[in-house]
């Protein structure tokens, strides 16, 4: 029993900061959006961190309910896509670029701010009277550092709808993109779902994702 109250505990604590990376994700879309002279994102609310503004029924809640009943705490989920009037960027590529990467770059962001706040919290571990507490607040930062990592690379993938799509498209000389886009727009998704449901997606992006959760966790100690 008090086995399973720590395993819901700590899939409760991964799912407030899952909801939290994804709606700094898809405000940091809109955000860098209404730099390249969109504001609908803006006009329509969705630069929040209010999860509420971004869940998706199937991506924030019934994709990581699936990853807690088979494996204990949601490490990946989406969001609603943020809208983005790209026909207002003042520059088509770089905004394309720009928005596109800015999903992914903030979860890199959060590791990275998740892996300096855990420094803090390990030396003030060691220093604490009453360890408990902390340590609650520890493993918090540590599934921060694990989220985000696995956020950022796996919207980094070049198949559609990820983030990945958008940088490999327009990323790409123009006549090379438009083979990739004739390619991946029809099919890209039907990929995505079946190297997921065979996962096969999990056995590839997992030593990235640990590599560099790893590396970040073993700055924080």
Do not use: C
């Not at 990592?149 to 993109?177: E, K, T």
């Amino acid at each position: 029993m008090e086995l399973m109250s720590e395993r819901i505990a700590l899939a409760l604590m991964g799912y407030v900061v899952l909801l939290f990376s994804l709606s700094v994700h898809e405000s940091a879309h809109g955000w860098m959006a209404l730099q390249m002279g969109d504001d609908t994102a803006a006009r329509q609310d969705r630069i929040t961190l209010n999860p509420l503004s971004h869940i998706d029924p199937l991506g924030t809640v019934l994709i990581p309910l699936l990853q807690f009943l088979y494996s204990g705490i949601p490490l990946l989920g989406w969001a609603k896509p943020t809208p983005v009037g790209a026909h207002n960027f003042r520059r088509q590529t770089r905004g394309h670029l720009l928005v596109a990467a800015a999903g992914p770059g903030s979860n890199l962001l959060l590791a990275v701010l998740f892996t300096g706040a855990l420094f803090l919290g390990l030396r003030l571990l060691g220093l604490a009277s009453a360890p408990g507490e902390l340590s609650v607040v520890v493993e918090l930062l540590t599934i921060g550092v694990q989220i985000n990592v696995v956020l950022a690379l796996f919207n980094l993938i070049p198949l559609p709808p990820l983030d990945g799509s958008w940088i490999a498209s327009w990323g790409l000389p123009r006549s090379v993109s438009a083979t990739y886009d004739r390619l991946m727009e029809p099919y890209g998704q039907w990929i995505l779902l079946i190297l997921f449901a065979t996962s096969i997606l999990g056995r590839v992006l997992s030593p990235f994702t640990s590599a560099l959760a790893s590396f970040l966790l073993a700055l924080a100690r």
